[in-house]
């Protein structure tokens, strides 16, 4: 069968007056960005508290289908074929053909819905469900009726030209990007971090990332990883302006001067203090981190407590009660699983102590602090000076 155009359904609970022109918008953009990525020709717009996508040339249609249902914000993706010409012995022999190529098992109930936005089309909806429906029992004996509960909803639309309908495949829901404002992300190579991005870009947030490596501890590989792993979450985010911070200096120095089962901490807190400063220069509202609690030593409410309190950015953490095997769920569904598990060096894997402090004490992390006082300025200021953006898309 061949569908010559899209019809994108939305939730539009709660989202009211203005809100809903910016999130009307917000989907638009997001759904014209998707299709500028495959091949074809398409036309988006829209009309009626819906979003069409008029396809206006050859396309794939899995890759279509693939491509709009990783756009956040959309709830139903339903294709349609249209019938050019008005006459309504020919629509009804469209629709009989409609119903035989979309239902070989004809073993189903149905009811037709018909909408007529045409006012000048000579037959009213009712008309149109009535005689529709007796074309379709005339035509497959084995097709009943059902009027209460269908198993197919064959919807009618009556617009200039007409479309029939009756499929509808799950959309992601959640806010388009755009709709909200933007966060930084510390992606790392994990498994958790990629997921969080995800997720607070699902509330429509539009996500940047920092990645902090440590070369030559941490490789190239690594490193390409991360990029990876952002290239996979920007299939539905949209593109990420990555930066790849050099953080070896910094973690030498805190090794150097630190004691060795505070490290992680204090690492930790210098990697939210440069993103959040790469945040506040792009105008992100927020951090993102994949932390959840008690996962690690780094992730004890104590520990959360003192990373913490270096930020004075909000820090959405989607994943703090989730437990690993949901993470992993989600990072299956989203793609991003076998990559994350990949077998590369992770910055901070590398400088961990055996027995990390699971219950540090800000004021002793605080005082360990002073350690680095004169000694580390020059090094944040110079890994963020050095830092490297790559545009993700
Ligand atoms: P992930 O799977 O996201 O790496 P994790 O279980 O390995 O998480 P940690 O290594 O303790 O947990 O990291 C906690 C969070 O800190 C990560 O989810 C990420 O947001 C951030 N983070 C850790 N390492 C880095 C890094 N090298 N670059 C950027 N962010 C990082
Ligand atoms: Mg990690």
Redesign the pocket.
Known sequence: MIFHSFLLKYGEIGIKGKNRYRFEDALVRQVKLAMNQIEGEFDVYKSQARIYVDCKSDYDYDEVVDRLSKVFGLVGICPVVKVFDMDFNNLKAEVVKYMDEAYPDKNITFKVEARRANKNYPKNSMEINMDLGEAIIEAFPEIKVDVHKPMVHLNIEVRNEIYIYSKTIPGLGGMPVGSSGKAM????????????GYMVSKRGVTIEA????APPYTSERAKQK?VDLARLISKYTGPIKLHV?N?TDIQLKIYDECPHDEL?IIM?RY?MMI?EHFANKDECLGL?????IG??A??TMESLYCTNEICTLPVYRP?VAFDKRDIVKIAEEIDTYET?ILPFE????IFVAKHPVTKPRLDRIKKSEENLVGKIENLVEKAIETVEIIDVH
Not at 185 to 196: E, T
Not at 210 to 213: E, G, L, P, V, W
């Open positions: 992300l510390l992606l790392s190579g994990g498994i958790d971090s990629p997921v969080a920092t990645y902090f490596h991360v911070v953080f992680t930790r990697m993103a993102i981190t994949g932390e959840s996962q690690v780094s992730q994943l994350s992770d910055c901070c894997t």
